[in-house]
């Protein structure tokens, strides 16, 4: 579905699920701010070329009016926006490299959390082979160190200067026994600041390069992947610093998208689902 009228000089693009698993690629102008005229274009799929062919109806001297394209790191978004919207600088969203940080902090808290299940389980079966009862080990807060490192997983998505009373006396405890978490949540905040914190480009990335370093220096497997992802997306992260643009409109259509469905109870039928959504916010 195309509606070349709605092209706008700030485009939003990224998929969402309709039913069953099923993606579409939705194109939105950012100038509609989510209501009448926001939808440009909806695509069955994620294939690129699918993609392409419908905005390439679009004439050509109308796609190069596109100033620039808000987008996730996928690379079949990456093509599709450059071969669509040649003149468009793409900028890639900082708040999905951000979350792969966060996702990096969490997996290693999660692993910490294994191993604690592990130890106390090979306690309970010692104790049992001695006839003996088990106890856990109880921190200072009341935890035990299953439930500290269960427990600690909002904690580590929130900065320290939100956290509540209760929050802070876990993380103090959290990161007395795991230094690495603690480590691990500097980095996550520090590349968050970096984006909050930084005007210009040249210093934005002089930041990320220390912050690559720093990385580097501390040798979390997750967070070298990351850094690795970073480098290979290094241009349009940076394009961020330009007009300090997100995907944010994406996100948000995404959501009034799953409202709508979930207002409907499911979607049964697509094809009458997209006449009404396209009604709305076409």
């Given at each position: 579905?195309?509606?070349?009228?709605?092209?706008?000089?700030?485009?939003?693009?990224?998929?969402?699920?309709?039913?069953?698993?099923?993606?579409?690629?939705?194109?939105?102008?950012?100038?509609?701010?989510?209501?009448?005229?926001?939808?440009?274009?909806?695509?069955?799929?994620?294939?690129?070329?699918?993609?392409?062919?419908?905005?390439?109806?679009?004439?050509?001297?109308?796609?190069?009016?596109?100033?620039?394209?808000?987008?996730?790191?996928?690379?079949?978004?990456?093509?599709?926006?450059?071969?669509?919207?040649?003149?468009?600088?793409?900028?890639?969203?900082?708040?999905?490299?951000?979350?792969?940080?966060?996702?990096?902090?969490?997996?290693?808290?999660?692993?910490?959390?294994?191993?604690?299940?592990?130890?106390?389980?090979?306690?309970?079966?010692?104790?049992?082979?001695?006839?003996?009862?088990?106890?856990?080990?109880?921190?200072?807060?009341?935890?035990?160190?299953?439930?500290?490192?269960?427990?600690?997983?909002?904690?580590?998505?929130?900065?320290?200067?939100?956290?509540?009373?209760?929050?802070?006396?876990?993380?103090q405890i959290l990161f007395e026994r795991y230094p690495d978490l603690k480590r691990a949540y500097n980095l996550s905040m520090e590349l968050?600041?970096?984006?909050?914190?930084?005007?210009?480009?040249?210093?934005?990335?002089?930041?990320?390069?220390?912050?690559?370093?720093?990385?580097?220096?501390?040798?979390?497997?997750?967070?070298?992947?990351?850094?690795?992802?970073?480098?290979?997306?290094?241009?349009?992260?940076?394009?961020?610093?330009?007009?300090?643009?997100?995907?944010?409109?994406?996100?948000?259509?995404?959501?009034?998208?799953?409202?709508?469905?979930?207002?409907?109870?499911?979607?049964?039928?697509?094809?009458?689902?997209?006449?009404?959504?396209?009604?709305?916010?076409?």
């Open positions: 579905m195309l509606f070349p009228q709605n092209l706008g000089a700030k485009l939003s693009i990224d998929e969402t699920c309709l039913s069953h698993g099923e993606l579409y690629t939705i194109v939105t102008n950012k100038a509609a701010k989510g209501r009448k005229g926001s939808i440009v274009a909806i695509v069955a799929g994620t294939k690129a070329d699918k993609v392409i062919e419908v905005l390439c109806k679009i004439p050509l001297n109308k796609r190069n009016r596109v100033f620039e394209v808000t987008l996730d790191m996928s690379g079949s978004m990456d093509l599709i926006v450059r071969r669509s919207f040649p003149l468009a600088s793409r900028v890639t969203d900082r708040f999905h490299v951000q979350k792969l940080a966060v996702e990096a902090l969490q997996e290693m808290r999660i692993k910490y959390r294994w191993e604690a299940l592990d130890q106390e389980n090979t306690a309970i079966e010692k104790c049992r082979r001695k006839g003996q009862s088990f106890q856990a080990e109880l921190l200072e807060n009341g935890d035990s160190v299953k439930q500290l490192l269960a427990r600690s997983r909002y904690v580590l998505y929130k900065r320290a200067s939100r956290w509540t009373e209760n929050q802070k006396k876990r993380a968050s600041n970096i984006f909050e914190n930084t005007e210009e480009k040249i210093y934005g990335m002089t930041r990320l390069a220390l912050w690559h370093e720093k990385v580097r220096q501390a040798g979390f497997r997750a967070f070298n992947t990351i850094s690795r992802t970073i480098q290979n997306h290094y241009k349009t992260i940076l394009n961020y610093f330009d007009n300090r643009s997100t995907n944010a409109a994406a996100e948000s259509f995404n959501a009034k998208v799953k409202a709508f469905r979930s207002s409907l109870r499911g979607v049964r039928d697509v094809k009458y689902f997209l006449f009404r959504l396209t009604n709305i916010y076409a």
